[in-house]
């Protein structure tokens, strides 16, 4: 069985998919960009990019009670592999508990709405 998962803290979609589906005891999130809750694209800056894609990552985690913690991999795409090791900073303050989630992280020559980055992941819900 699987559950569309919805929130109105993170971004709508720009096409026809989810922010997020439940499927058993993982949760897929969709691709995020830096689009903030004003509706505003993040431009030119991959650190403060990197925590708004973070953040609507956890708002949409945070309606089946996960975190970033709950985040077993991502898939992370960069413009330009250059802004790696300020991307990689943020990242890891975000990820700072438990097990880092497995990740891949590749350059792309072009995102959606021209953004700098964009993170996709699947969190378990770790039956405790």
């Given amino acids: 069985m699987k559950m569309k998962l ?13 922010q997020g589906i439940v499927a058993g005891d993982f949760v897929f999130v969709s691709g995020q960009i830096p689009i903030n809750n004003s509706g505003e694209l993040v ?46 900073k943020v990242y890891e303050k975000r990820f700072k ?9 590749v350059e792309v020559s072009k995102l959606p709405k021209n953004s700098d980055i964009e993170i996709s992941c699947i969190a378990y819900k770790n039956k405790k």
């Fill in 6 to 18: 919805e929130t109105k803290n993170a971004p709508a979609p720009v096409g026809p998919y989810s």
């Fill in 43 to 88: 431009l030119n800056d991959i650190e403060k990019a990197t925590d708004v894609v973070l953040d609507n990552i956890e708002a949409i985690l945070k309606e089946e009670n996960l975190s970033l913690q709950d985040v077993i991999k991502s898939e992370v795409y960069l413009k330009d592999l250059g802004n790696f090791d300020k991307f990689n």
């Fill in 97 to 105: 508990l438990g097990i880092k989630p497995s990740r891949v992280t």
